[in-house]
């Protein structure tokens, strides 16, 4: 686990105040008993938090008082894609020193998933920021600038508390943050501050700033092929993707679910003699439970099951990621690297092509993008809370979503629109899909390896047809090349995708996508009245929010909700959204 966060002035004549100095240690340190590291020169000040969660040695490099290049996760760094990644700190200082020759695309080396920052401050020269994304910018850097300073964190909280930093909403992001549940392209919930993209290194000096695209997803799939062939060939990557993150340990923390994704992972590390300890959340009498435990004990994994009952409001991945914390602590278990754990984080999008069907991909096939886009915002329940919004608003925000898909697929290069599609979803809904999870790393303290976003598994998925791997068509073919242990338990599926092929008695297993059979009831106080409650608490909150939505249409939603009169829980959460992120910062 790391995280680094620094500011750069830009004008040679001024120097790094005490109050802003000041300002940024105050946001970026929460735990006080943390051994911070701060770099600091002229005009510039970094701090870097490493706990050593990948290696001992903490993920930084500086080659003297002039630069210094600070890093969060792991780049397996190779020189060629079928070698073995050479030593984090290796890579790290490797990639320091082509930065600071100027050769920002250095990174179109690596396979993992990181994000990096890069400061050179000489003596009598210009000082230079380069901000570096991996290939598809899964861990995110965020960053404000003005015409002399700029400001960059790896969590939004910390640019969030420093007050210096003007926090105008962009109506835009905040928008489609209540839509999607993150924003599109780089924008966040305010106008002033970007993340930084999939494939890039952004580069920022007194002269402007840049952007070098050291790699490129495009939108074009293979025409012929042989799947025999692309199986074998994803297995192999995707066991290298395993083996490389793995390097020497011989037990490892994995969550197990009762999907594809997780059980690929653990019959991976299993058949590399891995001792797994496995940790499952999941509904009680759910096939997420079931399924999970019989291929946990098929696979003669140590595993730990936890019952989950309800989700709280920071969302599932949150809960999940404090309850691991909780549970690798208090553990005996002998484990070269205890705070790291295995995760399937974006095999069921990526592979599995979740989000898409047939009817979409026609649509795509015939050139009919905004009506695609009109099925996938429908078909996701993705909207605009209009009923909420005041009415100046209502009509420069009706089609807000569909202008940001559109540009986000007219940005990719490529002819495949099916593809391209596929792409938007990864660049964009999976690139932010761990976001509140590495927010709040700093708090569980924990590492996730993710072989399903690794980037050689990844372009080699992509050249395969949308059609070909469509509802999990491509990824049951390719089930069957893992060990046998796989398909000896059944497990659970995505609903209209390929049935799993092991028979199972599923009937009084509580199915995670059921619309008639819910995995948890919830009672009249927590489906009614606490959503109205907090819906009704914003109203004593000042908030740029306000300048969006409607106090009266709030109310009404919330009496009409706590009176059973109609369901309005989505326009009390988007309300919940839009004062949140704009509280205490009205000017």
């Known amino acids: 686990m790391a995280i680094f966060a620094g500011i750069v002035r830009l004008n040679a004549n001024t120097k790094i105040s005490t109050y802003e100095v000041e300002s940024l240690r105050s946001a970026f340190i929460r735990k006080t008993n943390r051994d911070v590291f701060e770099w600091q020169s002229q005009h510039a000040i970094v701090f870097h938090y490493d706990s050593c969660a990948l290696s001992e040695y903490p993920a930084r490099y500086g080659d003297s008082n002039e630069s210094i290049s600070v890093f969060s996760g792991e780049p397996l760094f190779k020189?060629?894609?079928s070698s073995f990644p050479v030593d984090r700190q290796e890579a790290i200082k490797k990639m320091h020193t082509e930065w600071r020759q100027n050769n920002w695309d250095i990174a179109r080396y690596c396979s993992g998933t990181f994000c990096a920052a890069h400061v050179l401050d000489k003596e009598n020269s210009d000082v230079c920021l380069a901000l570096t994304s991996d290939k598809l910018g899964i861990r995110p850097i965020y960053y404000w600038k003005n015409s002399h300073l700029i400001v960059f964190a790896t969590a939004l909280r910390i640019l969030e508390a420093i007050s210096f930093i003007p926090k105008d909403l962009n109506i835009q992001g905040i928008t489609e943050i209540v839509a999607f549940g993150f924003p599109l392209a780089d924008r966040t919930a305010y106008s002033g501050i970007r993340t930084i993209r999939e494939g890039e290194t952004c580069?920022?000096?007194?002269?402007?700033?840049?952007?070098?695209?050291?790699?490129?997803?495009?939108?074009?799939?293979?025409?012929?092929?042989?799947?025999?062939?692309?199986?074998?060939?994803?297995y192999q990557n995707f066991k290298n993707a395993v083996l490389f993150r793995l390097k020497n340990d011989d037990a490892a923390w994995s969550f197990l679910s009762g999907g594809m994704d997780s059980r690929a992972i653990v019959s991976l590390l299993r058949s590399l003699n891995v001792d797994v300890h496995t940790i499952s959340a999941s509904i009680s009498g759910s096939q997420d439970e079931e399924f999970a435990q019989q291929f946990g004990l098929k696979a003669s994994c140590k595993m730990v099951k936890k019952d989950i009952q309800y989700f709280s409001d920071q969302g599932f991945r949150l809960d999940l990621a404090f309850l691991t914390s909780e549970v690798v602590s208090h553990s005996p278990a002998n484990i070269q690297h205890p705070n790291v754990i295995w995760s399937g984080d974006g095999g069921s999008v990526s592979v599995g092509t979740v989000y898409m069907d047939d009817i979409i991909l026609e649509m795509l096939k015939a050139n009919q993008r905004d009506k695609s886009i009109a099925y996938y915002l429908?078909?996701?329940?993705?909207?605009?809370?209009?009923?909420?919004?005041?009415?100046?608003?209502?009509?420069?925000?009706?089609?807000?979503?569909?202008?940001?898909?559109?540009?986000?697929l007219s940005r990719l290069d490529g002819s495949d629109e099916a593809a391209k599609f596929h792409l938007f979803l990864m660049l964009n809904d999976q690139r932010r899909h761990l976001a509140d999870f590495f927010e709040e790393e700093d708090m569980h303290g924990l590492e996730y390896q993710l072989p399903f976003f690794d980037a050689i598994f990844l372009e080699q998925i992509f050249s395969l047809p949308i059609e070909y791997r469509l509802n999990h068509r491509f990824y049951t073919e390719w089930?069957?090349?893992?060990?046998?242990?796989?398909?000896?338990?059944?497990?659970?599926?995505?609903?209209?995708?390929?049935?799993?092929?092991?028979?199972?008695?599923?009937?009084?297993?509580?199915?995670?996508?059921?619309?008639?059979?819910?995995?948890?009831?919830?009672?009249?106080?927590?489906n009614r009245v606490l959503p109205a409650f907090y819906g009704l608490k914003n109203l004593i909150y000042r908030s740029q929010g306000w300048n969006i939505i409607s106090r009266f249409s709030l109310t009404l939603a919330a009496i009409a909700h706590i009176l059973g009169i109609g369901n309005y829980n989505y326009l009390l959460k988007a309300a919940n959204i839009y004062v949140h992120y704009g509280r205490d910062r009205v000017k």
């Open 79 to 81: 020189y060629t894609p």
């Open 203 to 234: 580069i920022i000096d007194q002269y402007g700033e840049k952007t070098v695209k050291y790699w490129k997803w495009n939108a074009t799939t293979k025409q012929t092929f042989s799947s025999e062939q692309e199986l074998q060939t994803a």
């Open 378 to 408: 429908s078909k996701n329940g993705n909207g605009v809370p209009l009923k909420l919004l005041r009415k100046k608003n209502r009509n420069n925000l009706i089609d807000i979503l569909t202008l940001g898909i559109n540009e986000e």
């Open 479 to 526: 089930f069957s090349i893992f060990p046998d242990i796989v398909r000896e338990v059944p497990w659970q599926t995505y609903p209209g995708h390929v049935l799993c092929p092991v028979q199972h008695n599923y009937a009084k297993l509580k199915y995670q996508w059921s619309k008639t059979q819910p995995l948890y009831e919830k009672t009249y106080w927590s």
